[in-house]
């Protein structure tokens, strides 16, 4: 024993509320000790009834006589009614108001104690009796009772004892465990003091079969690090208080930090998991660490926000009645079948029917089937998709690396808009359902600067008739090397007629007998990309701006990646400024315009001719110029009609290659001096040493 006196105190009660009879807190000090003195205060003194106070170890009063607050006095002293001051680390104690009075309020707790060592442990009761009368629904609990919040849970315990929750004597059983946690929780909602139902459940490692249902709780955290459930979980919830906090409740559970929950022993849920509310509330469902095995069906009305972090889920996660999931993913979170078993599928069981989930805020998760309404609207980022994408309806916010990921399986978008959240312009996503003409679907868009629509072209060939273009209404179709989005039997055309920046843009679709044609008819400036769209030897590009000299009245035209086999004057850019991104290009034809190539195969018959009064400003970049390939010195008519007309002025950054030396090549003078000309013929590399309208070269020695 040693012979240092400590104290300890807590209180009973709020200043605003008359102390009630039957209130009681339960103790459990985890020390041996003996009591010296035991002090209760009123902060309010009785005016008619005398206040009593007992004190019980092990459901058993220690006191001769209860502790009586006169009336008009403000505090007792148990000093001399204690009868058995001895307390050890296994014993609970209960403080319990008997009596009260109409005007006392706040009651105080003090006690002065010794505590020692046990080193043999004799003394300890060998069965104690525990105090199991534990906050029923009659009771008031008010503010500031101090209680235990945190229940242990061991399955691996055989000895006998009376199991209340504690770390010595914890419950076999989880149902024990929520049953009592379900009884507290009511006790304060009944209370009106329902923000203090906030609870713990330590689960040891194992296995644990038994089915449980947890009721209506603030708070409760389950922490489950290399624990099993196989039984099926019930949660059932109501709002309480209707406003501020009391809106919101909040169940967890944790298995393991880190990613790969599916590996080892790190939490996993086998039975099935159902969640129900009342009424419209917002509730909060969280896992982390945690491998979802079972099907997780939330239902009837109100929104459930479903946090997921570092989970691997492969059962099916669904909605009935009026309830509505938003989705939240952080960490690393996968969903898909586990080692053959189990789907992972966001849709119906069995049908995959739609669901009314959002993903809300998803973030680096691998997803496999979906079917949702997305009511809330989705935002998705570095995210995967392994199977079919359906969004019915909403907004999608997505980044470049979810939406490539989502347009590579069988995607169904009807009805839903998107934006790419980083492109410098938003992007709305409009999918061409074939059913109806791809003009309707045009017309019934307006694009603006701010408000970006992309039309996504299934695969397939389709024969699209006369079609009349937008600005901001772009097309977009699979592309890539199978190039199997095809516009058949038509025609393509936009014009611009208004006196501001209008913009369009085509991807990954190919022109079978389907002419394209862009025009700037106005003081407006149209700028057009046209990325991995090849165009046939019936598929001429046509382009004619106003006047030329400025973007303001010329037609600005991309091409990236694309291969033109028209070798015609049908193909002609007038007041055109055109710059091209590693193409293959046959028959350019200019009048009045300027082009700048970057990494282009000029290919074996090419004509590259600028007619008119202005332009004619040629720049080759990393270009392949030459006949090498077909190594045939006929081909050198190619390399003759070349910038064959006598109004270019032509750069060439790099060397081209040919068979004829070229002085003897006909309008070769609009090349720029310092050009490089390899001639194979004689193996000569020559430079253009007279100036332009000259066609002067010296061969290098």
């Given at each position: 024993?040693?012979?240092?006196?400590?104290?300890?105190?807590?209180?009973?009660?709020?200043?605003?509320?008359?102390?009630t009879t039957?209130?009681?807190?339960?103790?459990?000090?985890?020390?041996?000790?003996?009591?010296?003195?035991v002090?209760?205060?009123?902060m309010?003194?009785?005016t008619?009834?005398?206040?009593?106070?007992?004190?019980?170890?092990?459901?058993?009063?220690?006191?001769?006589?209860?502790?009586?607050?006169?009336?008009g006095?403000?505090n007792?002293?148990?000093?001399?009614l204690?009868?058995?001051?001895t307390?050890?680390?296994?014993d609970?104690l209960?403080?319990?108001?008997?009596?009260?009075?109409?005007?006392a309020?706040?009651?105080?707790?003090?006690?002065?104690?010794?505590?020692?060592?046990?080193?043999?442990?004799?003394?300890?009761?060998?069965?104690?009796?525990?105090?199991?009368?534990?906050?029923?629904?009659?009771?008031?609990?008010?503010?500031g009772?101090?209680?235990?919040?945190?229940?242990?849970?061991?399955?691996?315990?055989?000895?006998?004892?009376?199991?209340?929750?504690?770390?010595?004597?914890?419950?076999?059983?989880?149902?024990a465990?929520?049953?009592?946690?379900?009884?507290?929780s009511?006790?304060?909602?009944?209370?009106?003091?329902f923000?203090?139902?906030?609870?713990?459940?330590?689960?040891?490692?194992?296995?644990?079969?038994?089915?449980?249902?947890?009721?209506?709780?603030?708070?409760?955290?389950?922490?489950?690090?290399?624990?099993?459930?196989?039984?099926?979980?019930?949660?059932?919830?109501?709002?309480?208080?209707?406003?501020?906090d009391?809106?919101?409740?909040?169940?967890?559970?944790?298995?393991?930090?880190?990613?790969?929950?599916?590996?080892?022993?790190?939490?996993?849920?086998?039975?099935a998991?159902?969640?129900?509310?009342n009424?419209d509330?917002?509730?909060?469902?969280?896992?982390?660490?945690?491998?979802?095995?079972?099907?997780?069906?939330?239902?009837?009305?109100?929104?459930?926000?479903?946090?997921?972090?570092?989970?691997?889920?492969?059962?099916?996660?669904y909605?009935?009645?009026?309830?509505?999931?938003?989705?939240?993913?952080?960490?690393?979170?996968?969903?898909?079948?586990?080692?053959?078993?189990?789907?992972?599928?966001?849709?119906?069981?069995?049908?995959?029917?739609v669901?009314?989930?959002?993903?809300?805020?998803?973030?680096?998760?691998?997803?496999?089937?979906?079917?949702?309404?997305?009511?809330?609207?989705?935002?998705?980022?570095?995210?995967?998709?392994?199977?079919?994408?359906?969004?019915?309806?909403?907004?999608?916010?997505?980044?470049?690396?979810?939406?490539?990921?989502?347009?590579?399986q069988?995607?169904?978008?009807?009805?839903?808009?998107?934006?790419?959240?980083?492109?410098?312009?938003p992007?709305?996503?409009?999918?061409?359902?074939?059913?109806?003409?791809?003009?309707?679907?045009?017309?019934?868009?307006?694009?603006?600067?701010?408000?970006?629509?992309?039309?996504?072209?299934p695969?397939?060939?389709?024969t699209?008739?006369?079609?009349?273009l937008?600005?901001?209404?772009?097309?977009?179709?699979?592309?890539?090397?199978?190039?199997?989005?095809?516009?058949?039997?038509?025609?393509?055309?936009?014009?611009?007629?208004?006196?501001a920046?209008?913009?369009?843009?085509?991807?990954?679709?190919?022109?079978?007998?389907?002419?394209?044609t862009?025009?700037?008819s106005t003081?407006?400036?149209?700028?057009?990309?046209?990325?991995?769209?090849p165009?046939?030897?019936?598929?001429?590009?046509?382009?004619?701006?106003n006047?030329?000299?400025?973007?303001?009245t010329?037609?600005?035209?991309?091409?990236?990646?694309?291969?033109?086999?028209?070798?015609?004057?049908?193909?002609?850019?007038?007041?055109?400024?055109?710059?091209?991104?590693?193409?293959?290009?046959?028959?350019?034809?200019?009048?009045?315009?300027d082009?700048?190539?970057?990494?282009?195969?000029i290919?074996?018959?090419?004509?590259?001719?600028?007619?008119?009064?202005?332009?004619?400003?040629?720049?080759?970049?990393?270009?392949?110029?030459?006949?090498?390939?077909?190594?045939?010195?006929?081909s050198?008519?190619?390399?003759?009609?070349?910038?064959?007309?006598?109004?270019?002025?032509?750069?060439?950054?790099?060397?081209?290659?040919?068979?004829?030396?070229?002085?003897?090549?006909?309008?070769?003078?609009?090349?720029?001096?310092?050009t490089?000309?390899?001639?194979?013929?004689?193996?000569?590399?020559?430079?253009?040493?007279?100036?332009?309208?000259?066609?002067?070269?010296?061969?290098?020695?």
């Open positions: 024993m040693t012979n240092e006196l400590q104290g300890y105190n807590f209180i009973l009660g709020e200043q605003s509320s008359v102390l039957g209130t009681k807190a339960v103790k459990h000090f985890p020390w041996n000790m003996n009591l010296q003195e002090y209760v205060t009123l309010t003194a009785p008619v009834n005398a206040v009593t106070v007992d004190i019980l170890k092990n459901g058993v009063s220690i006191l001769t006589n209860k502790m009586t607050i006169a009336v006095s403000y007792s002293k148990g000093t001399e204690i009868k058995d001051t307390v050890y680390e296994s609970q209960a403080f319990v108001v008997l009596t009260t009075d109409v005007s309020s706040i009651l105080e707790i003090n006690m002065k104690y010794e505590t020692f060592v046990d080193p043999v442990g004799s003394n300890h009761p060998v069965t104690p009796t525990v105090y199991s009368d534990i906050y029923t629904s009659s009771e008031s609990i008010p503010e009772v101090s209680y235990t919040n945190k229940a242990y849970v061991d399955n691996k315990r055989t000895d006998t004892y009376v199991a209340d929750g504690s770390i010595t004597r914890p419950y076999k059983t989880i149902l465990a929520v049953n009592a946690i379900n009884t507290l009511l006790a304060h909602q009944t209370a009106n003091t923000t203090q139902a906030n609870y713990i459940i330590e689960v040891a490692p194992g296995t644990y079969s038994d089915d449980f249902t947890i009721n209506n709780v603030k708070n409760l955290r389950f922490n489950m690090h290399g624990v099993y459930i196989t039984g099926n979980i019930t949660y059932t919830t109501t709002m309480v208080g209707g406003s501020a009391n809106y919101y409740s909040r169940l967890e559970f944790v298995g393991c930090e880190g990613n790969r929950a599916e590996k080892g022993t790190s939490g996993r849920l086998l039975g998991f159902t969640a129900t509310r009424n509330s917002l509730c909060y469902v969280s896992f982390k660490g945690i491998h979802v095995a079972g099907n997780m069906l939330y239902k009837t009305n109100g929104t459930w926000i479903l946090s997921m972090k570092d989970v691997f889920f492969s059962a099916y996660l909605t009935e009645d009026l309830a509505l999931v938003l989705l939240e993913t952080t960490g690393h979170t996968e969903f898909g079948a586990y080692s053959g078993t189990g789907t992972g599928h966001i849709s119906v069981p069995s049908t995959d029917a669901v009314a989930v959002s993903l809300y805020n998803v973030d680096n998760t691998e997803f496999d089937l979906i079917n949702i309404s997305n009511a809330a609207g989705s935002r998705i980022t570095n995210c995967r998709f392994k199977s079919n994408v359906t969004i019915t309806g909403g907004t999608i916010s997505l980044d470049k690396i979810s939406q490539k990921q989502i347009l590579a069988t995607e169904t978008l009807t009805g839903s808009t998107s934006t790419l959240i980083d492109d410098p312009l992007i709305r996503t409009v999918v061409w359902d074939t059913s109806v003409t791809l003009q309707s679907v045009i017309d019934g868009l307006t694009g603006t600067a701010d408000n970006v629509y992309t039309i996504l072209i695969s397939g060939k389709h699209i008739g006369t079609i009349t937008k600005p901001y209404v772009n097309l977009k179709g699979t592309g890539g090397r199978q190039r199997t989005t095809i516009f058949y039997n038509g025609s393509l055309s936009i014009v611009n007629t208004v006196n920046i209008q913009r369009f843009r085509m991807d990954g679709i190919r022109m079978e007998t389907c002419p394209v862009f025009t700037n003081v407006g400036t149209l700028l057009v990309t046209m990325d991995d769209c165009c046939n030897s019936a598929s001429p590009i046509v382009t004619t701006g006047a030329y000299g400025a973007a303001t010329m037609v600005n035209l991309e091409l990236r990646n694309m291969n033109i086999d028209c070798n015609t004057s049908s193909q002609m850019f007038t007041y055109t400024r055109l710059s091209a991104w590693g193409c293959t290009l046959l028959g350019l034809y200019f009048t009045s315009s082009a700048y190539f970057f990494g282009c195969d290919g074996s018959q090419a004509n590259v001719v600028n007619a008119g009064a202005d332009g004619g400003w040629f720049e080759f970049n990393g270009c392949k110029i030459d006949t090498m390939a077909l190594n045939d010195p006929s050198e008519s190619t390399l003759a009609t070349l910038c064959g007309g006598s109004n270019e002025n032509v750069q060439v950054f790099g060397t081209f290659h040919g068979y004829t030396a070229p002085g003897s090549l006909t309008n070769w003078g609009r090349f720029q001096p310092g490089l000309y390899f001639c194979h013929a004689d193996s000569k590399l020559y430079v253009k040493t007279g100036v332009v309208g000259t066609n002067t070269w010296t061969a290098q020695t």
